[in-house]
DNA sequence: AGTGAAACGACCGTAGA
DNA sequence: TCTACGGTCGTTTCACT
């Protein structure tokens, strides 16, 4: 359910000009052909295979398909910010497990966590933060970030 | 640059259960072939040719290569806050110009505004935030919280 | 790491229920 | 909206550089 965790080398992986071009295609469709990916980037469908596969086997890239939860019905988005005490990395777990949630992460500043929830309205939005978010242990309060408009999103880190 | 804006149209889309599952199927391998993917839901590889074209012409899903951040040696990510005067909508538009923002969205709440950072190191964070945020034209003030550890990231919103 | 060629399998258009 | 089928194109494997 949730994705699993990024094996973070210690050293950045570098990408060649070619490496980042192939990216770049499937970024625009993770299903154009490798042939027309060598076409485009000047190398054999072979290579371009071959790259794919390295990229993909090392965690650097994944092709995946993603949905939009405003089109199926899940029209409430919003970011939390919890403040709390004890052990984070516990609390953080638990959250993770709730799957109205589709983003956490510790941070510092004034908020210990913060936490993107995607509900289909604002029953579901209030029940989550009253009843499986508050009164998790070490929570110690909330803030929330009602969605009004979401300007810019953008899958495609680290090639810009 | 900027991923275009999703068009949300003001019905959801009901999927049944055969889309979903060939969602499913696609959000751990977008590129697995229809053929394989009919065996597993059940349905000939043009129905399922037929089902994905439109559930991707319709925007309901994308598949796309993402990339991880962390493994390119993108090893800062921060979520800035930001409280901002005047029509917070054109703020949002200079925002999502700026590459090193992946995500911009217009709040409710204590932020007007909240952005999330995908940077090399510090010094371009600090850069970032003094000589091309707080400057834009209605930005009241802004708070940083720089992330400690990604806990969960899930692009597969809706299908929970 | 890359190319090229041949066998295989996937994909696409069309016809029909 | 589904299945069936044939032509075309993409993918895979392998020998070679």
């Known amino acids: 359910m949730t ?5 973070a080398s210690s050293r950045p992986v570098h990408l060649d000009d070619v490496s980042k071009a192939i990216i770049e295609q499937l970024q625009v ?6 042939a027309d990916i060598g076409k485009a980037v000047g190398l054999s469908e072979a290579a371009v ?3 794919v596969q390295r990229l993909t086997e090392s965690g650097v890239m994944q092709i995946v398909a993603v949905t939009d939860p405003m089109q199926l019905g899940f029209t409430r988005q919003a970011m939390i910010g919890i403040r709390a005490g004890g052990d984070t990395r516990e609390l953080a777990e638990r959250l993770a497990e709730i799957p109205e949630l589709d983003y956490v992460v510790l941070t510092a500043g004034s ?3 913060m936490a993107e ?6 029953e579901e939005l209030i029940n ?7 009164n998790l242990p070490g929570v110690h309060s909330t803030e929330t970030f009602v969605y009004l408009k979401l300007q810019k999103q953008f899958y495609n880190w680290g090639t810009r």
């Open 49 to 51: 295979r071959q790259r």
């Open 3 to 7: 994705n699993a965790p990024r094996s």
């Open 111 to 113: 908020f210990d966590l």
């Open 29 to 34: 469709d993770g299903r154009r052909s490798y």
């Open 117 to 122: 929830v995607v509900c289909e309205n604002d």
């Open 128 to 134: 989550l933060l009253n009843s499986r978010i508050r």
